[in-house]
Structures are given as structure tokens and as C-alpha cells.
């Protein structure tokens, strides 16, 4: 994890994702996940470059089972984009940094 990005869970989601204005992404993660550990430094340097703009935040599936359930992750890495506490744009699998850019791009227009 990155200066830039912060962990949430089950109980801290809603104030940190939901209730805020502006656009967070959330990563739903595991630590047995070889392509969540793959994709981490992307989502860091992506937490650098969009910091202020964009929050970048963490959610690992294997602590919290009520959010992921409520957004039906099903696989893993899952990307999901919040504007203003609703869902813009969602991807799952490791992507590169570029698409994860244009999801960010796209919610914060």
C-alpha cells in the first residue's frame, strides 16, 4: 500500500466510499491472490499521480465478506469506480494501468 492509498472495511465503507463527494476506486483484494499483488504497485502509482482527485482505496474479501457480497464480487482483483457514492464503472481481473487511467478519467469528467 501506497501513502496515497487507504484500507477500508465492512464497518469504515460507508463513510469513506459511500457519504464523501467525488470519485474513489476500490480494489477488492485478497492476499492469496497472485494478480491482486501484481496489480498493487499500478494502484499505487495511480494513487500518486491522481492524489487530491481521485481516492484510492483497499478492501481485502478475506476480512470482509458484507461489501464484496453487496457488489457481487465474484473474482478477484475487482475494480470498482464510486462517484459520489454510486457505481460508475466496474472491472474484474488485473488491468493494465492504462484502462484503470481511463476508468478514472472517464468518472472524474
Same mark, same amino acid.
Given at each position: 500500500?501506497?501513502?496515497?492509498?487507504?484500507?477500508?472495511?465492512?464497518?469504515?465503507?460507508?463513510?469513506?466510499?459511500?457519504?464523501?463527494?467525488?470519485?474513489?476506486?476500490?480494489?477488492?483484494?485478497?492476499?492469496?491472490?497472485?494478480?491482486?499483488?501484481?496489480? *498493487?504497485?499500478?494502484?499505487?502509482?495511480?494513487?500518486?499521480?491522481?492524489?487530491?482527485?481521485?481516492?484510492?482505496?483497499?478492501?481485502?474479501?478475506?476480512?470482509?465478506?458484507?461489501?464484496?457480497?453487496?457488489?457481487?464480487?465474484?473474482?478477484?482483483?475487482?475494480?470498482?469506480?464510486?462517484?459520489?457514492?454510486?457505481?460508475?464503472?466496474?472491472?474484474?481481473?488485473?488491468?493494465?494501468? *492504462?484502462?484503470?487511467?481511463?476508468?478514472?478519467?472517464?468518472?472524474?469528467?
Amino acid at each position: 500500500m501506497s501513502e496515497h492509498t487507504i484500507e477500508v472495511n465492512d464497518d469504515s465503507f460507508e463513510d469513506t466510499v459511500l457519504k464523501p463527494a467525488g470519485t474513489v476506486l476500490v480494489d477488492f483484494w485478497a492476499p492469496w491472490c497472485g494478480p491482486c499483488r501484481a496489480l *498493487s504497485p499500478t494502484l499505487a502509482a495511480l494513487a500518486e499521480e491522481y492524489h487530491g482527485r481521485v481516492t484510492i482505496a483497499k478492501m481485502n474479501v478475506d476480512e470482509n465478506k458484507h461489501v464484496p457480497t453487496n457488489y457481487g464480487v465474484r473474482a478477484l482483483p475487482y475494480l470498482v469506480v464510486f462517484r459520489d457514492g454510486q457505481v460508475v464503472d466496474s472491472v474484474a481481473g488485473a488491468q493494465p494501468k *492504462s484502462k484503470i487511467a481511463s476508468m478514472l478519467d472517464k468518472a472524474l469528467a
